[in-house]
């Protein structure tokens, strides 16, 4: 998703900025922790004033992981954001997962913090925040992009459907871990179904973050099919 908005000639993205400062708050031994700590800023306070700092273009998307916002993180500058949820299905998630990180608890998939802030945002500050299913998105683009960007209150690009290949400046430092699908993609890759078995360990977490990912799932913007 961050490339597709980083095609555009008016948005400038932000690729997970909270990162570093998760990092410090919970001691999380992710891929990378110490370049991640070394290239990004760790203090949440320097990283919300940034976002809300000027610049060079009329919008800012910033992609951030749920998780990433930790309790102790005052949210009052959520209220002057406009705000969507991208989700996926646990299943296939944990096994993405289940190929890069060593243990995954039921907080990492960011599912349970996902639909906790989405409440959080409609009691607090009457926002109904746009979901999108990657499944949706993957299997029709070009009918859900538009969708999310009228919620969104901003104009539909067709450059959001494509773009060059290769790694960019505006990329984490944890690209070369994370990113190497998303640096051969030239677009969004047509949808085929996840296969394969997760571990017992791994059944227990998809089984305990399900109901989130189903209240998300329920409120999601619901796919029409693309005229071609």
């Not at 908005?5 to 031994?29: C, F, I, K, N």
């Not at 610049?55 to 959520?78: F, N, Q």
């Not at 179904?193 to 913007?221: I, K, M, N, W």
Request: with cysteine; charged share 20%.
């Amino acid at each position: 998703m961050m490339r597709s908005w980083e095609s555009r000639h008016d948005t400038t993205v932000v690729d997970e900025p909270l990162y570093a400062a998760w990092m410090v708050a919970t001691g999380a031994q992710h891929p990378m922790r110490e370049a991640i700590l070394q290239h990004h800023e760790s203090r949440w306070e320097q990283v919300v004033a940034q976002l809300q700092g000027p610049v060079g273009t009329p919008i800012l998307y910033e992609k951030h992981i749920s998780k990433h916002l930790c309790a102790h993180m005052d949210r009052a500058w959520l209220a002057s954001h406009r705000h969507a949820f991208l989700i996926r299905d646990p299943w296939p998630m944990l096994l993405s997962f289940q190929r890069k990180v060593e243990q995954v608890t039921v907080a990492e998939t960011g599912l349970p913090q996902q639909a906790e802030l989405w409440h959080w945002l409609h009691e607090n500050l009457g926002i109904d925040a746009p979901v999108i299913d990657a499944r949706d998105l993957l299997t029709d683009p070009s009918a859900m992009l538009p969708k999310m960007t009228a919620a969104l209150g901003v104009p539909f690009d067709p450059a959001m459907l494509q773009w060059e290949a290769g790694r960019r400046p505006t990329d984490g430092v944890w690209a070369s871990h994370w990113y190497d699908a998303v640096e051969q993609s030239t677009g969004f890759r047509a949808y085929t179904p996840s296969t394969g078995a997760l571990s017992r360990e791994l059944e227990a977490v998809h089984d305990a973050c399900l109901p989130a990912y189903q209240f998300l799932h329920a409120r999601r913007l619901r796919p029409v099919p693309s005229i071609c």
